[in-house]
């Protein structure tokens, strides 16, 4: 059944807007935490020549992106796939970006290196990872809209909240990839583009 994310549309234009440069030239996108699956067919309908891989952990939004697909009758977009970026095999090959959106701040810290070790098993040198979410910069207070989100998030769950740049660089430089991009976007969110070292 197809689920709806209102933000999606919200923040959909300005995403592509960073994505299609990031993923100039690339094949093969994975979409890590597709949610709904409305990113997914609008990037896969924006970016014709990409092949759009949508996946997420959970069976719901497994079938709310299947719906969404169904109804685009988008080539480009393949059927979603089940993925936990902590297990060891993420199940599939030949990818050459991987677009993780509104994930990691809304799970537990220890994902965050969960996504980078996967990707750096998959990716081929100066294939990026996009990111798209809040963030805590240094020596920077929250915006307070971003405050009172994550005293929310971490009312629902302890170990998630709104991570810290520099951690998250810290750990995606351990397993090999190097920050090369970040963009500021509306309601206080952030672009952030790390490169597979090569
Ligand atoms: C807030 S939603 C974001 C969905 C979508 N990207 C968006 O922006 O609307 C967070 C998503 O992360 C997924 N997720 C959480 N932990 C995950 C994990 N370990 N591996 C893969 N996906 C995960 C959830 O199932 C959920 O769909």
Same mark, same amino acid.
């Given at each position: 059944m197809k689920r709806r994310a209102p933000a999606t549309e919200r923040n959909r234009t300005f995403i592509l807007d960073v994505l299609s440069k990031v993923l100039a030239g690339r094949e093969r996108a994975l979409e890590i935490a597709s949610g709904t699956g409305e990113h997914a067919v609008f990037f896969a309908q924006s970016l014709p020549s990409v092949v759009w891989q949508p996946t997420d952990l959970d069976d719901v %939004?497994? $079938?709310?992106?299947?719906?969404? !697909? #169904?109804? %685009? $009758?988008?080539?480009?977009?393949?059927? #979603?796939? !089940?993925l936990d970026v902590c297990e060891a095999d993420w199940g599939v090959s030949n990818i050459d970006a991987i677009v993780c959106i509104n994930m990691i701040h809304i799970a537990p810290w220890a994902? =965050? +290196? #969960?996504?980078f070790k996967g990707a750096a098993k998959l990716l081929p040198p100066g294939a990026p990872v996009y990111l798209y979410g809040p963030y805590r910069f240094p020596d920077e207070p929250l915006a307070p809209s971003n405050q009172s989100f994550d005293a929310s998030? !971490?009312? !629902?769950?302890? =170990?998630? $909240?709104?991570?810290?740049?520099? @951690? /998250? =660089? =810290? /750990? #995606? +430089? @351990? @397993? $090999?990839f190097e920050r090369v991009q970040v963009t500021a976007m509306p309601a206080n969110n952030h672009s952030v583009v790390f490169n597979r070292a090569g």
């Open positions: %939004s497994i $079938g709310s992106i299947d719906a969404w !697909r #169904a109804d %685009s $009758g988008l080539q480009n977009l393949l059927p #979603a796939r !089940r994902v =965050t +290196r #969960a996504l998030l !971490r009312q !629902r769950d302890s =170990t998630w $909240g709104i991570r810290d740049i520099d @951690e /998250v =660089t =810290t /750990v #995606a +430089r @351990e @397993e $090999g």
